[in-house]
């Protein structure tokens, strides 16, 4: 049976972006933000029929701007399964090694939280600066920030941190379902980073999820970045290693292949 947060990762992204699903696979896409790896992708659920569902992902993004491209989640197929499959259809596959963290006792007292205004946002799409800081965020490039609209469209929050001129320095994106709460795109501005504006802005979204009234009881995130990790438990996060993969046709996109040079 499916934890609360595996729960999430398979059908929490079903309230924002447009899908197709069989018992064989599923996939995501959004015609309006092509480059978000996150907004497009599928999951190989069963290798059952994997020539089927290969060529029905791929119809699925025809037309569209869009590599296809297939993302380990808690019911995929395994790499192991999987990754000669992926390779002889013409997928390059990527895999790497992260930590699943869950939220499971208190913050340290060793842990440095800036002293700065926090506010969460929900609902509306974000503007000016807040906006800017995201879209920073992604190399200047606004596939990011478009997501993360789609996702405060259905119920997520982001908290930002604010330096002493009033501008959002920091930022943490959160969102819901059922009993899990799922932290991402944890940011801080280059000239910021290391005085405490990323852990205010996660306590301020971890105060939120804590909320009796929510209904959250798994508090999750993933991390593969060292700093982050030691960040992460003296917020009270521990973590489990685990081994994903992303599968590309046609090739890794330089965002990997210039990771390792």
Known sequence: MATPSEKHEIHCAKRYLEYTETPFYRAFRDRENPESFDSNYAVLKRMEEAEQSLAAVESYYEGLDVTPKFYSKPDSVTLEESRAF?????????????????????????????????????????????????????????????????????GARVSFAYNRAEIPVSFCVGEGYGSAFYLSDVYTAENFRGQGYAAAAVLAMLGFARNPDMGYTDVFLYADDPAAIRLYEKLGFRGTPVREYRAFKGGLPDLYTEAKE
């Open 86 to 154: 992926f390779e002889a259809h013409g997928y390059a596959v990527h895999t790497f090694e992260c930590q699943r963290m869950m939220l499971l006792t208190h913050t340290s007292p060793e842990l440095l939280v800036h002293k700065c205004p926090v506010q969460i946002f929900a609902g509306a799409p974000l503007t000016g600066a807040a906006a800017q800081l995201v879209t920073e965020s992604c190399g200047e490039k606004d596939f990011g920030l478009r997501l993360i609209d789609k996702q405060l469209g259905a």
